[in-house]
Structures are given as structure tokens and as C-alpha cells.
Nanobody, 125 residues
Framework: EVQLVESGGGLVQPGGSLRLSCAAS????????MSWVRQAPGKGLEWVSAINSGGGSTSYADSVKGRFTISRDNAKNTLYLQMNSLKPEDTAVYYC??????????????????WGQGTQVTVSS
């Protein structure tokens, strides 16, 4: 059974940090590009960051560039998102997605082969 399970979300004050994890199972994790996509309350999906299958290439949305860092450990089948200097506008459900041939910088679910259930991040004082 294919699974992507996000964890690490929670409530944090503005300026704080969180580290999200996405544990993958049931497929060859190291063969897939991975992405983080978020959905703020009442809004559509927003692409956040992507990393290629080997981990050597990363990309970020302008809204998080310089504050978020994506990484992966293919030996542990796990994707990470280190989030620093968090702002209230970062409040959202964060999803991880896996794609072999799709656009890893897309916010659209159908571009991904596998998709997680999401983890809530709330930035508030």
C-alpha cells in the first residue's frame, strides 16, 4: 500500500520555526521528485517547494524563499520542510506529493502520483 504521511505541524508564534516530515512507503521513493503544497483557509492550493529525486536540485515559491528549506533522506524514505521565520500567512494545511513525470512545481493534485493527508500549521500569537 502506497502511503505518504505528513507530521510535524502545530501551533507556533510568528517568527518561530517548525520542521515538517513526510514519510513515504509502498513505492520507490528515490525515483520520485517530491513537493510541498499548502492550502490556506478558504483558499486554493499553493505550491511551496520541490526537490528532485536525487536531492540535488530544489526550488521555492517566492513567498517562502529564504525562509523554508526542503530536503530529503532517500535512505529513510523521508521528505522534510524546515520552516523558519514563520508568518501568519503561512497558516495552512501542508501536503506532500510525489511525482515521477508530472510537474513538481504545480499546485494541482493531478500532477502527482501520490499525495499525503496533510498536516496543519498555524502561525498565531
Amino acid at each position: 500500500e502506497v502511503q505518504l504521511v505528513e507530521s510535524g505541524g502545530g501551533l507556533v508564534q510568528p517568527g518561530g520555526s517548525l520542521r515538517l516530515s513526510c514519510a513515504a512507503s509502498g513505492f520507490t521513493f528515490s525515483s520520485y521528485a517530491m513537493s510541498w503544497v499548502r492550502q490556506a483557509p478558504g483558499k486554493g492550493l499553493e505550491w511551496v517547494s520541490a526537490i528532485n529525486s536525487g536531492g540535488g536540485s530544489t526550488s521555492y515559491a517566492d513567498s517562502v524563499k529564504g525562509r523554508f528549506t526542503i530536503s530529503r533522506d532517500n535512505a529513510k524514505n523521508t521528505l522534510y520542510l524546515q520552516m523558519n521565520s514563520l508568518k501568519p500567512e503561512d497558516t495552512a494545511v501542508y501536503y506532500c506529493g510525489a511525482t515521477m513525470w508530472g510537474d513538481s512545481e504545480s499546485p494541482t493534485i493531478y500532477e502527482y502520483d501520490y499525495w499525503g493527508q496533510g498536516t496543519q500549521v498555524t502561525v498565531s500569537s
